[in-house]
């Protein structure tokens, strides 16, 4: 059974907005912490876009400070990425993962910004 699944993803212009959800079961939810990374085209590794600890604290990458925002909901184990002002180059397969309690990654949902 899949445990991380993500939603969200589609085709905008830059400039427009989209939102990632992750749901995730509440026995890998439960005091872990949520990311969200992003593996470009043509690209081998993937990057650190977002995370939000069990402890309350969050972090962003320098790219993306001031437009994207994460969001956990403990009531309904998901983890969403509100993503603002979007560039061509935040064109990515966007995956959800957990840590450090258990490692789990989602499979990932494409957005693409178009010019």
């Known amino acids: 059974q899949v445990q991380l699944v993500e939603s969200g993803g589609g085709l905008v212009q830059a400039g427009g907005s989209l939102r990632l959800s992750c749901a995730a079961s509440?026995?890998?939810?439960?005091?872990?912490?949520m990311g969200w990374y992003r593996q470009a085209p043509g690209k081998q590794q993937r990057e650190l876009v977002a995370?939000?600890?069990?402890?309350?604290?969050?972090n962003y990458a320098g790219s993306v400070k001031g437009r994207f925002t994460i969001s956990r909901d403990n009531t309904k184990n998901t983890v969403d990425l509100q993503m603002n002002s979007l560039k061509p180059e935040d064109t990515a397969v966007y995956y959800c993962m957990t840590y450090p309690r258990s490692y789990r990654w989602g499979k990932g949902t494409q957005v693409t910004v178009s010019s």
């Open positions: 995370a939000s600890t069990r402890f309350g604290s969050v």
């Open positions: 509440g026995s890998i939810f439960s005091n872990n912490s």
